[in-house]
Nanobody, 124 residues
């Protein structure tokens, strides 16, 4: 079993930056693809970004390309999401996910493990 705990969310103004962290415990995730998803009020959960186990392959939703960067530190069993130039439409609960498959699997919304989420609110 893998437990994922997100942190780093908060309330910021438009244009600001935040870095989310997702710490994994219970089992090493260095061989897992990792990703971030988000769910805004009244909307379905959507894919944000994914990274392969070694970090060489990344995928992003079109809405965050050029603003968000996903990275990982396998020694720390942690994945990060650096979010720059935040917009009010980025407001959502952000979830971390892990999957034993390829990073591209996460794009479909499938994952073996999910975190509980961290709230990100961007004011205009």
């Amino acid at each position: 079993q893998v437990q994922l705990v997100e942190s780093g969310g908060g309330l910021v103004q438009a244009g600001a930056s935040l870095r989310l962290s997702c710490a994994a415990s219970g089992r090493t995730v260095r061989s897992y693809a990792m990703g971030w998803f988000r769910q805004a009020p009244g909307k379905e959960r959507e894919f944000v970004a994914a990274i392969s186990w070694g970090g060489a392959v990344t995928h992003y939703a079109d809405s965050v390309k050029g603003r968000f960067t996903i990275s990982r530190d396998n020694a720390k069993n942690t994945v990060y999401l650096q979010m720059n130039s935040l917009k009010p439409e980025d407001t959502a609960v952000y979830y971390c996910a892990a999957d034993e498959g390829a990073a591209s699997t996460l794009i479909t919304g499938r994952a073996d493990y999910w975190g509980q989420g961290t709230q990100v609110t961007v004011s205009s």
